[in-house]
């Protein structure tokens, strides 16, 4: 049985089976007989249909919003733009795969040699809560339009959301199947990928997670793409636009109650300006309302469930005894559901917990630097490789640090975050491969090579 709790209230808000091994396989042979004609039809052919699902996205944005954040408690006014953005990767998609997956011709010996881009097969994808709608399009768009069909296995916090996605393909006319939800259990997730007829995996998830899901895949020869955790290094310089820097660094912690793998966790700020930008930080922290997700004027909901918020407090408590500095928050509330308070830590150093650990919900933590080689440094010592930032106004020491940041994305002056247009990926314990972009769309494809005399 699978039990979806509202993290405002801590309510139950749904409790159903979960599929039976006889009846995912099945589903998974669904899919893979839907493989054939999909990948028949042209690029033209598949993105009508995906532009139809992203129209229907649309249409529905308001009851998807309020299911969000019902199932894992994302603020409306943040689920409301996260359906957006999922129906603009979709259209993304539809309009650019074919440029993407053009044959290429190569010099050789031959008369004629080039590479084309031909869909795998049949994909499994392993889905977190945290942005139910935007991580499974990041997932769907290029996949779909590669010509693959794909499982979705969304997260037992979220079904509803995972219903309504699926159903949005049923309502564009999306040919049958090439869309499939999979509501399992966790131990049941190790016998779909390896179901001889999945040919790859994607998943989004914690680095422990994803390392087992490697090993499975790696057991069965099966191609996998890894977007994992991060601790992401948010660097700021005394020639900053400061007020700019303490905006963007608060903005990008706090989206979705801090439970981002690509907020900015790590604040590390020049020595001589990091009382002064600490207080920046704080006033803005100060402001940010905690309440229902379901009111526009909530800025911050509930952590999506009692565990991770235990953990979650876990690691301030742990950081604190260690010497950090609680200048906010901190404590564990009480009454129903699974808030946690918009949490600033200052003097952390590099041996305590919330430096050393991905921290998951609204605690930043706020790192000094005497200069631009040990902000470096601090940035890179973690076993995490995401995203990172660096704000200067010096053009030159940015282009410079953002080559030296051991990070899949680095933003310059700017918000780390995910774009259909742009590549999205990390390094180290942060996972492999790319989501996204041109570069996306070719980690489902077969690279073959035909030469011809």
């Known amino acids: 049985m699978l039990v979806a709790r509202n993290p405002y209230t801590g309510n139950i808000v749904e409790e159903y089976p979960a599929l039976t091994t006889e009846q995912f396989h099945q589903r998974i042979g669904d899919a893979y007989r839907a493989f054939d004609g999909w990948q028949a039809l042209t690029f033209s052919e598949r993105g009508a249909v995906l532009k139809a699902v992203a129209a229907e996205l649309r249409a529905d944005k308001v009851r998807l919003a309020e299911t969000m954040a019902v199932e894992m408690g994302k603020p409306v006014k943040e689920g409301g733009p996260e359906v957006e953005k999922a129906a603009f990767c979709a259209e993304y998609y539809a309009d650019n ?97 390896r179901d001889p007829r999945i040919a790859a995996v994607s ?9 087992k899901v490697a090993a499975v895949a790696g057991s069965e020869i099966k191609r996998t793409v890894l977007e994992l955790g991060g601790s992401d290094p948010c660097i700021v310089m005394a020639d900053a636009d400061l007020d700019a820097a303490a905006d963007v660094a608060v903005l990008s912690r706090i989206i979705n109650a801090g439970q981002s793998c690509i907020a900015a966790k790590r604040i590390i700020i020049e020595e001589r300006i990091y009382e002064d930008f600490c207080q920046r930080l704080q006033s803005r922290l100060e402001k940010l309302k905690l309440g229902d997700p379901l009111e526009m004027t909530t800025d911050i909901g509930p952590i999506a469930r009692a565990d991770l918020r235990d953990n979650l407090h876990r ?17 564990m509330p009480e009454g129903p559901g699974f808030f946690y308070p918009v949490t600033l830590l200052t003097e952390v150093k590099e041996h305590m917990c919330a430096f ?25 010592e973690t076993p995490y490789g995401l995203g990172a930032a660096i704000w200067t106004g010096n053009a030159e020491l940015a282009r410079q640090v953002a080559d030296r940041l051991e990070a899949g994305q680095v933003a310059v002056n700017g918000i780390v975050k995910t774009d259909p247009r742009l590549p999205s990926g990390g390094i180290k314990r ?24």
């Open 315 to 331: 690691q301030v408590s742990e950081t604190v005894a260690a010497g950090a500095q609680c200048r906010q928050g901190g404590n």
């Open 97 to 193: 795969a074919e440029a993407f997956l053009q044959r290429e011709e190569l010099a050789s010996d031959a008369s004629l040699s080039y590479v084309c881009y031909q869909p795998l097969g049949t994909l499994l994808g392993i889905l977190p809560w945290n942005a139910p709608a935007w991580l499974a399009f990041r997932y769907l768009a290029p996949a779909l339009m590669a010509g693959n069909t794909c499982v979705m296995k969304h997260d037992p916090n979220v079904p509803g959301s995972a219903r309504l996605i699926a159903e949005a393909f049923v309502r564009a006319g999306a040919p049958e199947n090439i869309v499939v939800n999979l509501p399992i259990e966790t131990p049941q997730v190790e016998e779909a990928i």
């Open 356 to 380: 050393k650990e991905e921290t998951f919900g609204p605690v930043m933590c706020a790192i000094s630097a005497s200069d631009i080689e040990e902000a470096v440094q601090l940035a890179n």
């Open 430 to 453: 942060s996972g492999y491969g790319r989501e996204l972009g041109p570069h996306g769309i070719r980690e489902f494809v077969n690279a073959k090579q035909i030469w011809i005399k």
């Open 203 to 211: 998943f989004t998830g914690s680095a422990v997670a994803g390392a």
